[in-house]
């Protein structure tokens, strides 16, 4: 059974600061997937990592994968208070687009 | 085009009642993934639908609940005889293949209440 396990669950930070969020899984797959969540609403795609050492940045956020370590990470430079929100890796089991979730970071950046 | 529509938003059911819930997938997508969050918690795959076709229903409690996708309209997640355990919020999603990775699209989510 596919585990997917992040850390840390709670990160508060001030602005400016840099900091990682990691996603570690427990089997082989080719597809991590990274999203946002606001308080009471959905999923917005952040990030699609598809090989490994596959790196992507939009902004002040960098994902990238290591499909032999099975980790990926999260990196946050310089945050911004609108960063503040919940964030999910998710992996897929590898057949029909099925993911795994992890259970989150929710990231509070003070001003 | 809409996106992945949901409804209703919010869904308030007393125990013992059934609750039903809609999914419209984007235009020319034909999978269907319902996830399950629990508050404070990530999501949980329930049900993996095609048009008339239950794929992969692994993630499905074994009573009370139950999918479908039918050849015309919205895939429905139908929960009988709710309890308050059921109270959490339900995702949809949409995807056109499997092997497209970049085309999977959440729905805005059904908060379901027991009360």
């Known amino acids: 059974e596919l585990k997917v396990e992040q850390n840390p669950l709670f990160l508060s930070m001030q602005e400016g600061k840099n900091y990682t969020i990691y996603c570690n899984y427990s089997?082989?797959?080719?597809?991590l997937y990274w999203y946002r969540q606001d308080p009471g609403k959905s999923l917005e795609s952040l990030f699609v990592?598809?090989?490994?050492?596959a790196v992507k940045q939009e902004g002040r956020l960098m994902a990238s994968l290591d499909t032999k370590a099975r980790l990926s990470t999260l990196h946050i430079t310089a945050a911004v208070h609108d960063l503040s929100a919940t964030y999910f890796c998710?992996?897929?089991?590898?057949?029909?687009?099925?993911?795994?979730f992890g259970g989150g970071t929710r990231l509070m950046v003070k001003p | 085009n809409a996106g992945v529509m949901q409804n209703p938003r919010h869904l308030v059911r007393r125990r013992g009642q059934e609750a039903r819930l809609r999914c419209s997938p984007m235009?020319?997508?034909?999978?269907v993934y319902w996830y399950r969050q629990l508050p404070e918690e990530g999501l949980k795959f329930m049900v993996y639908?095609?048009?008339?076709?239950?794929?992969?229903e692994s993630g499905m409690p074994k009573e009370r609940f139950s999918a479908e996708f039918p050849k015309e309209g919205p895939s429905i997640l139908r929960i009988q005889q709710v309890v308050r355990g059921d109270s959490a919020a339900y995702f949809c999603?949409?995807?056109?293949?499997?092997?497209?990775?970049?085309?999977?699209?959440f729905g805005s989510g059904t908060r379901l209440t027991v009360v």
């Open positions: 998710a992996v897929d089991r590898g057949a029909g687009n099925m993911l795994t």
């Open positions: 990592l598809l090989s490994n050492g």
């Open positions: 639908l095609q048009k008339e076709n239950i794929i992969d």
């Open positions: 999603a949409s995807s056109p293949m499997v092997t497209d990775p970049y085309g999977y699209t």
């Open positions: 235009k020319g997508h034909s999978h």
């Open positions: 089997t082989t797959s080719d597809r």
